[in-house]
């Protein structure tokens, strides 16, 4: 090229901090962000790339303001995957939820079941100005996930991997077999009972533990192995049950290219992840294929092929996957051994369920296909026409089979198993399959007037249609258990076959006019009439409209002189209503439509010698029953300052929903449905009756800066908070017990205020002479001494109760915490200096309270096979004169421990757990290989990286068995759950 005189020319790159001009994806479109109006925050592909996390779920976590994360079902198991919602709770109707859309490419779907290499950027529409014209299917909230597409040039492949080992983040430990008994032993004489271990126990306990003895048990009276409380073992279960380190992998290729008319996409990946169980065979697969192709057809022409398919095996012992699992493995007895002396595992080890009582399989396959055309028939004018469909196939195998023991004279017996499955062997066969189709057509046409006023008008269509089946089938008696299939079995009575079939369908009519005035002045409006078949007649339809406005300041002519400082100054307003029909299981899919349940030889008497089938009145429904009404006021500031180096974003909202599915009037008797003969009552219609206010605020700031000498470095904070309150709930009586009533704050732990433990039988003694009306007797009556908790008398009534368990009498309980997390967080520092790049992020949440119950926490509760005695157990009170086998401890953090009553384990301040933590989530160097290194070989870039998860926590819970991140994962009880995983990892990434 030449300019003049001149054919040379030098030019200095620096890094454009700028970030106004960034495009961001919104609904059915994109935006320049500094034209944003609503809450709309992004994530980059960068947050999520080589961090080892098995979903992108577990990716999002700490990374965007207002996303929460939770963990559920099993805690960190390998099929387990978090929950996410937006902004807290969203509703708590009968039959309602609050999860967010999720739209991949425009489809909805399933983001755990995609690669994360695949992500280009995320999008998420947090308040009504941002997702109302979704309608129906985004009341609380859209995440927008937009993956990689070709780039014209010459074609690129790109494989990076991650190799990773993974060991659980929080392990309780057993105390040894000796020290176990002896708390037994103590926590039974506390209680007044005898001793759980004989003397002869403890004694060839102490002497196996000492090598003394080379058999942990001995065959009974019957011929067959004692275990429990007959045997003497020194098991640390915990230890049998875990792996040490778990080995993981997971590839990614990828190639993409194209020409000026044709551009291409194309990626595969593969994940395994190994079990973190010592014993049997679990595992999780995951396989993607992705393409998008995109083609110019003509000037006026564009058509986009997407295609996406992920599978997923998971395959494990049938029992790990029941809750009954992570139930018993605290209470396993360190007296029992893993083996038998004849080289058998154990009866009451758990092993055998997992080694030879069969396994579970789950098959998934989903597929997306889309098939996009983009017309320009006119300039500025763009017509989308696009048909989307997904397939989503799931099979699952369940096999239960006998577990033989062989007795001392030769004999064998069946197993007893505490998933109730003992003596019994079944297959069991289900498949479950969605068709989803999803057509949708708009158009968009922008113009300007005087290149000042400038519009964008959107308006469309959009459906969808979704078609469910499900069939299951169940039948008991294998004949042979290596081969175990449903035509290998036998039983005539013991089989059960199901079938659920429904469909759904919503339609839209939706449009939306965007306005700026030099981009100074912001306008949006939204629009949507929706309508959905959950409901029927006229309450089928309903109109949801936002309007969104923003003022930027910095754009404002007396800024000009302060631009480097202040370069964008942005106030945001917005308003908008959305109603929520979406149903949280099958059985809520058509709620105005009553159904009798019928059973297949469920009788309870026999007709010719055989049971027979049987119907009854399912409960009385009301086809008055609409939608429920999110209303959402969201106010934000946007600030860019110094050139654009620091950058924040500060919104606070109001979300309303009104209208909210509860139980109505209760009916009278001769109505007969589902009538309740305690109450005299039958079961009321489901009525719109509720209401709840949520109300919070989402901060993010970040800086980011490049210097002179080759350093880049930035910090990113991300911090969130919600509060939910009910407004209106039908609670005549206004129970506090298993309910909600008007003025409750979601999440509140009612218990009562204590003086502590009492340190002496005489500071007990004193206690109780100061409550002349009964003492504390209506919560305990073994007798009260030195170690356990005294309790506050609130209501000044000389006695220590419940009262009745309503609002206007709890007794003395009162309002002690709240289980809501508060002040989540999210900390990213990185930096970079020439082929090196590293970065630190931490997540957690700031303030929340939490009762933890159960033998996790106390030890001793519920009897002997309810209770356990853990290491973090071991620091309960015992005077200053005992004559415990652990000696004293007068301040000792637990009560005294007792089997046969729960008097010192009331919910109460006392025991209250500080749930707040902060985790070191991820912490990630690199190197990328100097080119003149790798230009030979044709190898664009290469980079080596070493990364870790979960390296270590900081909490408030005094709780030493808990993790404070699983809490909300433990569906089997309190603290019964797989753990997290502290993952190390490592990978290489290589682009040719």
Do not use: C
């Not at 999008?123 to 009341?139: C, F, M, V, W």
């Not at 068995?961 to 603290?975: I, Q, S």
């Amino acid at each position: 090229m030449k300019v003049g005189n001149k054919t040379v020319f030098n030019f200095t790159m620096q890094e454009n901090t700028q970030t106004l001009d960034e495009v961001v994806v919104v609904a059915f479109g994109t935006q320049k962000r500094a034209n944003l109006t609503a809450a709309v925050a992004t994530v980059d592909k960068k947050q999520l790339a080589n961090r080892p996390v098995q979903n992108v779920t577990q990716a999002l976590q700490g990374i965007s303001p207002g996303l929460n994360v939770a963990a559920a079902n099993m805690g960190g198991a390998l099929n387990s995957t978090p929950t996410i919602n937006i902004r807290g709770t969203g509703t708590i109707g009968q039959g309602s939820s609050s999860s967010p859309l999720i739209l991949i490419d425009g489809i909805e779907g399933d983001m755990n079941l995609i690669n994360p290499q695949d992500i280009e950027n995320i999008s998420i529409l947090k308040d009504a100005g941002s997702s109302a014209i979704y309608g129906s299917r985004a009341a609380f909230g859209v995440v927008l996930i937009t993956t990689k597409k070709g780039k014209s040039g010459k074609a690129t492949i790109n494989y990076n991997n991650n190799f990773r080992w993974s060991a659980p983040t929080n392990l309780p430990s057993f105390t040894d077999g000796y020290s176990f008994a002896k708390y037994f032993n103590e926590a039974s004489a506390n209680g007044g009972l005898g001793n759980v271990y004989s003397d002869t126990m403890l004694e060839n306990t102490k002497l196996f533990m000492e090598g003394k003895l080379a058999h942990a048990t001995e065959y009974d009276s019957n011929g067959v192995w004692k275990t429990n409380m007959e045997s003497w073992g020194n098991t640390e279960w915990f230890d049998v049950y875990y792996k040490d380190w778990t080995f993981s992998q997971e590839h990614n290729l990828s190639l993409t290219g194209g020409t000026e008319n044709t551009t291409y996409y194309i990626s595969g990946s593969f994940l395994n992840m190994g079990s973190d169980q010592n014993y049997g065979n679990e595992s999780y697969k995951r396989y993607t294929l992705n393409s998008n192709i995109n083609i110019k057809a003509y000037s006026w022409l564009d058509i986009n092929l997407n295609t996406k398919f992920s599978r997923k095996d998971y395959n494990a012992p049938y029992y790990q996957t029941n809750g009954v699992y992570y139930h018993s493995m605290p209470r396993r007895k360190p007296s029992v051994p893993i083996y038998t002396p004849d080289g058998i595992l154990a009866k009451e080890s758990q092993l055998n369920e997992l080694v030879r009582g069969g396994d579970y399989t789950d098959d998934s396959d989903l597929l997306y296909q889309q098939m996009q055309f983009v017309i320009k028939p006119l300039p500025n004018l763009e017509i989308v026409a696009e048909g989307n469909f997904r397939l989503d196939r799931t099979d699952t195998h369940a096999e239960v089979l006998l577990l033989p023991e062989r007795k001392e004279d030769g004999s064998y017996f069946f197993m007893a198993r505490d998933d109730k499955y003992g003596g019994r062997s079944f297959v069991d066969e289900n498949m479950y399959k969605t068709n989803y189709y999803n057509p949708n057509i708009y158009g968009k046409y922008n113009f300007s007037l005087n290149d000042r006023h400038n519009f964008i008008v959107t308006a469309g269509f959009q459906s969808e249609l979704n078609r469910y089946k499900m069939i299951g089938v169940r039948r008991d008696n294998l004949i042979s258990q290596d081969v175990p299939t449903l035509n290998n079995t036998t039983s005539s009575t013991d089989f059960a076959i199901s079938n659920t079939q429904y469909d759904w369908a919503t339609a839209g009519f939706f449009g939306r006019v965007n306005y700026d005035y030099k981009s100074r002045y912001l306008l949006e409006f939204n629009y949507r009439y929706d309508g959905a078949s959950r409901f029927t007649g006229e309450k089928r339809w309903n109109s949801f409209p936002s309007i969104s406005g923003a003022w930027n300041i910095a754009r404002e002519s007396f800024m000009d002189s302060y631009q480097n400082l202040l370069g964008n100054l942005k106030v945001r307003a917005s308003y908008g209503s959305l109603g929520n029909q979406s149903a949280s299981s099958a059985s809520n899919v058509y709620p105005f439509y009553t159904n009798i349940p019928i059973g297949t030889a469920d009788g309870s008497w026999l007709v010719g010698g055989v049971k027979p089938n049987t119907a009854r009145p399912e409960t009385v429904v009301n086809p008055l029953l609409g939608w429920e009404k999110v209303e959402s006021i969201d106010v934000g500031l946007d600030i860019g300052m110094f050139n654009n180096r620091l950058n924040g974003s500060f919104d606070y909202f109001w979300r309303t929903t009104k209208g909210m599915i509860a139980n109505g009037e209760e009916l009278p008797n001769t109505l007969g449905y589902n009538y309740n003969s305690t109450s005299g009552t039958s079961s009321a219609a489901k009525i719109n009756n509720a209401n709840l206010i949520t109300t919070g605020w989402d901060l993010s700031l970040s800086w980011r800066d490049a210097l002179k000498n080759g350093l880049s470095y930035g910090a990113t904070l991300v911090l969130s908070d919600a509060q939910t309150e009910v407004l209106e709930y039908p609670n005549p009586t206004k129970s506090i017990t298993n309910t909600y009533y008007k003025g409750m704050k979601i999440g509140e732990i009612w218990g009562y205020e204590t003086h502590g433990l009492a340190k002496t039988d005489e500071e007990m003694q004193r206690h109780l002479a100061s409550l002349p009306n009964g003492g504390q007797s209506a919560i305990g009556n073994i007798g009260w001494t030195g170690g356990d908790v005294m309790y506050k008398d609130l209501n000044k009534d000389g006695k220590i109760d419940r009262g009745k368990d309503v609002l206007d009498d709890t007794g003395d309980r009162t309002i002690i915490g709240n289980n809501t997390p508060r002040y989540n967080f999210g900390v990213t520092l990185f930096a970079a200096y020439r082929n090196f790049d590293f970065s630190v992020f931490f997540q957690g949440t700031m303030k929340r309270d939490y009762w933890v119950d159960g033998l996790y926490f106390w030890g001793a509760t519920g009897g002997y096979w309810q209770s356990t005695a853990l290491k973090e157990n071991m620091d309960y009170f015992r005077s200053a004169d005992t004559d415990s086998y652990f000696g004293p401890n007068p301040g000792g953090y637990l009560p005294r421990p007792l089997y046969n009553s729960a008097q010192n384990q009331q919910a109460s301040a006392q025991y209250l757990q500080n749930a707040a933590y902060m985790r070191l989530k991820n912490i990630q160097a690199g190197y990328t290989l100097p080119q003149e290194l790798i230009k030979k070989a044709n190898v664009t870039n290469l980079r080596v990286f070493v990364s870790a998860d979960n390296l270590f926590t900081l909490s408030g819970m005094k709780a030493g068995a808990f993790d404070p991140e699983v809490l909300d994962g433990y569906t089997a009880g309190h603290g019964k759950a797989s753990p997290l995983k502290t993952t190390i990892s490592f990978g290489v990434s290589v682009t040719l």
